[in-house]
């Protein structure tokens, strides 16, 4: 089984920036084939995809997050992140860590979420 545990979130200010990360257990071999992703749910909403990021280094964004949000990886460390932003309180969520692995371990792993709140 691979886990997955996120890190950097917290309380900021509105037009704030943090940086979440997402440790993984996985081997480097694995890292650098899988597809991390980055979603988020808020209250009384769906989860929904923030961004993701395929081993060759391709990037999608929600279009909501697009120019504000970037999201990276470190195959040595084989540690996904998200760069935050001009943050806004609609960004306040759970946020939550995903890969996709194709080497074995293979499956879709889930980290158990990283809350940011956007508040004054």
């Known amino acids: 089984q691979v886990q997955l545990v996120e890190s950097g979130g917290g309380l900021v200010q509105p037009g704030g920036s943090l940086r979440l990360s997402c440790a993984t257990s996985t081997s480097r071999l694995s890292f650098i084939t899988s597809t991390m992703a980055w979603y988020r749910q808020a209250p009384g909403k769906q989860r929904e995809l923030v961004a993701s990021?395929?081993?060759?280094?391709?990037?999608n964004y929600a279009d909501s997050v697009k120019g504000r949000f970037t999201i990276s990886r470190d195959n040595a460390k084989t540690t996904m992140y998200l760069q935050m932003n001009t943050l806004t309180p609609e960004d306040t969520a759970v946020y939550y860590c995903h890969a996709r692995t194709i080497m074995v371990p293979r499956g879709d792993y889930w980290g158990q979420g990283t809350q940011v709140t956007v508040s004054s």
């Open positions: 990021i395929t081993g060759d280094g391709t990037t």
